[in-house]
């Protein structure tokens, strides 16, 4: 996956909690065996309304979801958060987060940021006020803020998940860093034992 360190966009106000991930993407387009294409699935079934919020104009092409409570619980389905990259998300901010798609998240490269209730709502009343206003998320800081209304908080984010993520690193990366030690392993078992020889008395 790519490296994240800084991501800069336009805000979507979701405004929407307890969003699970049958949501998030329908079990129907689980039949894909691709792991591109899900974009079009994401909300689909809320997507039919036309005033839905990413049916309208001043949204498109935005790439920071504003979500509220307990966004991504449910089924542990790795195609949510598929589908909300493959729409062109890099982010989605929460007051909380299901814990398995929080994880499977991290592991994809898609940052969640986890402010405090009240801040959430700020910030949804912030992109739904001014749409085009720049949201600034920054990882290496643990930083969000919308600078063009003087607007910022902090966040926390597991050491590891802000390792993952400043480095580029999925599950297969993780396990290269130790290359040499699985090279040096696989040298030593490839390696016939030595014959010891056992003398009778």
Do not use: C
């Not at 039949?31 to 909300?43: A, H, I, M, P, S």
């Not at 987060?97 to 402010?115: E, H, P, S």
């Not at 966040?155 to 297969?172: C, K, T, Y």
Request: overall charge negative; cysteine-free.
């Amino acid at each position: 996956m790519k490296a994240v360190t800084v991501i800069e966009g336009r805000g979507v106000p979701l405004g929407r909690s307890d969003v699970d991930t049958d949501q998030i993407i329908p079990s129907e387009w689980l039949k894909r065996v691709e792991r591109t294409g899900f974009g079009r699935g994401l909300f689909s079934e809320w997507r039919d309304d036309p005033a839905f919020v990413l049916n309208r104009p001043e949204y498109q092409g935005a790439s920071i979801l504003v979500g509220a409570a307990r966004f991504g619980t449910g089924s542990s389905r790795e195609h949510a958060v598929w589908a909300l990259m493959d729409y062109g998300f890099e982010a989605v901010i929460a007051s909380s987060f299901g814990d398995i798609f929080r994880n499977n998240a991290a592991k994809q490269g898609l940052v969640t940021v986890q402010l405090d209730a009240a801040s959430v709502a700020e910030l949804a009343t912030l992109v739904t006020d001014d749409p085009r206003a720049h949201v600034v998320i920054d990882v290496t800081t643990l930083t969000i803020e919308v600078p063009a209304h003087g607007w910022r908080r902090t966040f926390d984010l597991d050491p590891v998940v802000r390792e993952r993520l400043i480095n580029g690193w999925d599950d297969i990366g993780l396990t290269l860093r130790h290359d040499g030690e699985i090279a040096n392993y696989e040298r030593r078992r490839a390696t016939p034992p030595i014959a010891v020889a056992i003398r009778k008395g």
